[in-house]
């Protein structure tokens, strides 16, 4: 084996083809390539100016970009359920029956948070409060409601666009709540939305 890499080297060296690099085919960037770098779309964003590229052809007038202002992100509200959930399991407790349904409301109220901002909706719930689950207004496809006793408290579900749906239940302030979601919805998950009557 090492006569013939010997050999190949040998070959190599009598012919020059090991001494010669081999040459780099380097093309002008153009306008199209320089417009996909990374680097030039962060400069850009920034405010500095890109890397200029020559071109043939006339240089249009620059466009001015304006930084997208954010309004800041408001709390509208953030708790637990209603606490008039646990109103009948705790009264069923007195049976033996009670007992489960009381222990499920009781872990919901601790374990459960709903958080409603001017940007998104956050659903913290699961064992330990552990699943989290946050959208955004702009995903809403539809809401459909129904009143929990009272007009104060009711379960609300959330259709997305993508199919998901989002039930939130025993929401506490609930006419205020679903109209602030429903002022931040597009028109189309309007239309799909249950009306609430004014006179409510």
Known sequence: MPRVTNAILA???????????????VKA????????????ELADLDGEAPVAVVDDAPAAAPAVTEKAVLEPETLFFEGPPSKTELIVPGLS???VIGIVPFAAAAARQAWVKYKITSRRI???SGVGGQDFTEIVYSDIAG??????GSKDV????ISLRDGAKLEMRFVPQFQEIYRYI????????QAESSPMADDE
């Open 11 to 25: 070959a190599a060296l009598t012919t020059g083809a090991a001494l010669v690099a081999p040459r780099l085919r």
């Open 29 to 40: 960037p153009t306008a199209l390539a320089a417009r996909g770098r990374l680097l030039d």
């Open 93 to 95: 407790v007195l049976t």
């Open 122 to 124: 956050s659903v913290q």
């Open 143 to 148: 809401m459909k409601f129904v009143y929990r």
């Open 154 to 157: 009711g379960d609300l579900v």
């Open 182 to 189: 429903y002022e931040r919805c597009s028109p189309a998950a």
